[in-house]
């Protein structure tokens, strides 16, 4: 994708910093270093805050290498490497009336307005969704994990498309994938919450794609929260299942983390002959106790 003199292709047209997007307002674009890997939520502070700030700018998606911002019009602005989804070129007339942007870590995914999708990137992590496009109507939202997407259909039903490790093929339990409500994550699999309180997952089985051996435990489902290699769910009785990679650690590792003491810092002054007249260190001492 062409970046000459700082311009930015769109489907709107073409963004230069300084120079009004969409409707009114100015600004100037800043793409800091992608920091994590499995963040997906805008951040509140730092130079990507300002991004979202600008007029006209709603929300910001990042991949591996790129990054993609939707604007207010329903347009979308991407940068970066291109087989990251840096370029739009290919799906640029489709990005229109663009409601919500996901991304997996090499791929995007946009949900307009009228319920379908577009998808750009690297085709095997995302960016290829022609196998399930006939499925991909009145879609109601889309969870990615690190490697494919997951679409919730406002009829409760479910599709997938990305890398099979991943869980972009829900094709072994799809006979089972009716009445969902809620599609949740890890970095590798998913787990859809249905409607009579089950859960139905797919995926990576290692870290959390297979459910098998708490299968018995999951009933009464009121909720599930997933995490890099493990999902963990609440029952109505308050009672909490977990399964995947090191589930039953996560836990006591997050309680672990609440009470470790923050850092302490201590600065103090030398006193060394000259030019040097006198110089400053700071330490940073950590109190907590590994385990």
């Known amino acids: 994708m062409s970046l000459a003199n700082g311009a930015l292709p769109s489907a709107a047209g073409t963004f230069r910093p300084g120079v009004p997007i969409g409707r009114g307002g100015t600004g100037i674009i800043a793409f800091p270093p992608r920091k994590s890997r499995v963040a997906r939520t805008e951040q509140t502070e730092g130079p990507a805050a300002t991004v979202l700030r600008m007029p006209g700018v709603v ?91 997951a679409a919730l259909r406002r009829d409760g039903s479910v599709v997938a498309w990305g890398e099979r490790v991943f869980g972009g093929d829900c094709s072994a339990v799809a006979d089972v994938l009716s009445g969902v409500t809620a599609i949740h994550a890890t970095g590798f699999a998913f787990a859809a919450l249905r409607d009579d309180g089950s859960v139905v997952t797919w995926g990576g089985a290692r870290f959390g794609g297979d459910s098998s051996a708490v299968a018995g435990s999951l009933t009464g489902i009121t909720a599930v929260t997933g995490k890099m290699y493990a999902f963990t769910a609440t029952r109505s009785d308050g009672r909490a299942v977990a399964w995947g990679w090191r589930a039953d650690r996560d836990g006591a590792a997050d309680a672990a983390a609440r009470r470790r003491p923050a850092p302490v810092t201590i600065r103090y002054t030398l006193l060394v002959p000259a030019p040097v007249a006198r110089m400053t260190l700071t330490l940073q001492l950590d109190l907590g106790s590994r385990r």
Do not use: C, K, M
Not at 104 to 121: E, I, K, P, Q
Not at 131 to 140: E, P, S
């Open 59 to 149: 929300a910001r998606r990042d991949t591996e290498g790129a990054h993609a911002l939707l604007t207010g019009a329903g347009t979308v602005i991407a940068s970066g490497d291109r087989l990251n989804g840096g370029d739009t070129a290919e799906v640029a007339h489709l990005l229109v009336d663009v409601v919500a942007l996901f991304a997996t870590n090499y791929a995007f995914a946009a949900l307009r307005r009228d319920g379908t999708v577009v998808s750009w990137g690297e085709r095997r992590h995302g960016g290829d969704s022609s196998r399930v496009a006939g499925a991909l109507r009145d879609v109601a939202t889309i969870v990615p994990s690190q490697g494919a997407f």
